[in-house]
């Protein structure tokens, strides 16, 4: 069977009709957090150029920290389908901020070689990685190759010799190309800020990128050696498919769940192996879990433990109290919910930025019941699809970090 998954859902037709800024007025807030989400990711880059998503965003920010240094902190995070980058000023200093935005935004930037140079080798390493060190990361390109077709099979971060081959003539004409973009604002917003930012022109929105899903078969691959692991790993991984709010409750019940069933060893974060990894604002196309055994070299443990969990998510409905603990998980991530401290508000302006460009509505959650939350299991668990991995290690180490 064969289907068809839209990343960026129904964005594109909302953006067309909303202005550029939106505002989250927070009572008490001593700072402003600015995000600008950007219409562009890994799988609009071209096979050859797969990662420099990554690249333009890094140098986006170099040349904004450039043009305003006066900040508190600034970032930036390249999913699947978009790019948002942040910065964090003092209330007082709130004009600052949209004007480091402004700078984001220039199509006329011009980085030195260093900084292209910088964000080349950035790239290219972070690819690298996700590829061949960090067993989460690894699971992910492998479940993608697996089950789904087009740009979104391609490795998650980008496939680094085609980053590094990337020159810097390259990159500049890339970060000449207009994007679309939209942004948030959240904690203190003064008036005049308001006011300058209603004067931007909105860009039109590039269309909805599709992938094609592949089989709905059952996929189980051997095991993956792995030379900097002392214990076993096992994973499976699911297509997400229509994403709505069932399949995001669903998926935060089972984060509790696992963390309530499963004695956690301390070292799945560190190996980018949580136990559920799916995030609804970024819009990522499968759900993972993941499974860390005891020492020594079998994964069957660890694959019970997550086949045990997945019966648990298909047979159980969540209790009103676990659909209540999602609910608040969900706002939270959505930026609809938090402290006005303001080493937060970066978090919660990312999540808004990212929940707007999904046309998220976090509204909806309210109406997800238990069984509503219990099919969305039942059908994206599917107990005779998605993909299962494991990773063994190839001796014991006991400097291993994982």
């Known amino acids: 069977m064969r289907c068809t998954i839209v990343l960026v859902g129904v964005a594109a037709a909302a953006f067309a009709q909303e202005p550029v800024w939106t505002w989250s007025e927070l009572p008490g807030a001593k700072a402003t957090a600015f995000a600008v989400v950007f219409d562009a990711g890994f799988v609009h880059d071209a096979d050859g150029e797969h990662g420099l998503a990554r690249s333009l965003a890094e140098c986006r920010l170099e040349c904004a920290r450039a043009a305003v240094p006066d900040t508190l902190g600034s970032g930036t995070q390249v999913t699947a389908d978009a790019t948002v980058a942040f910065v964090l000023v003092d209330a007082a200093k709130a004009a600052s901020g949209l004007a480091f935005c402004r700078a984001l935004v220039d199509d006329g930037l011009a980085p030195s070689d260093d900084v292209v140079r910088l964000a080349i080798a950035r790239a290219a390493l972070a690819a690298d990685d996700a590829e061949h060190l960090f067993p989460g990361e690894m699971f992910e390109c492998a479940a993608r190759r697996a089950l789904l077709a087009g740009p979104i099979a391609r490795p998650v971060a980008g496939t680094a010799s085609a980053v590094a081959a990337v020159d810097a003539v390259r990159l500049r004409e890339r970060l000449r190309e207009p994007v679309g973009f939209r942004g948030v604002g959240v904690g203190a917003v003064p008036a005049d800020v308001r006011a300058a930012a209603a004067a931007w022109v909105a860009r039109d929105v590039s269309p909805p990128r599709a992938s094609e899903r592949g089989t709905d078969r059952l996929r189980v691959a051997p095991p993956t050696p792995h030379a900097r692991i002392d214990g076993p790993f096992a994973a499976a991984a699911f297509v997400a ?137 039942r059908r994206t668990f599917a107990p005779d699809t998605g993909w299962w991995g494991s990773m063994v290690p190839t001796g014991v180490r006991p400097d291993s970090p994982w």
Request: charged residues 30%.
């Open 241 to 377: 498919g229509d994403a709505g709010p069932e399949l995001a409750v669903a998926v935060e019940v089972a984060r509790q769940r696992a963390a309530r069933r499963w004695r956690f060893r301390g070292k799945e974060w560190i190996a980018k192996a949580p136990a559920v990894s799916w995030s609804w604002t970024r819009g990522e196309p499968l759900v993972r879990f993941c499974r860390r055994g005891v020492e020594g070299a079998d994964p069957a443990g660890a694959k019970g433990d997550i086949e045990a969990l997945l019966a648990d998510l298909r047979e159980r409905p969540p209790s009103a109290a676990e659909v209540a603990a999602a609910v608040r998980a969900l706002e939270s991530e959505c930026g609809a919910s938090g402290s006005a401290e303001a080493s937060l508000l970066p978090g919660r302006a990312i999540g808004a930025g990212l929940a707007r460009r999904r046309g998220i509505d976090v509204a909806t959650l309210a109406a997800v019941t238990p069984d509503g939350a219990l099919r969305a299991a």
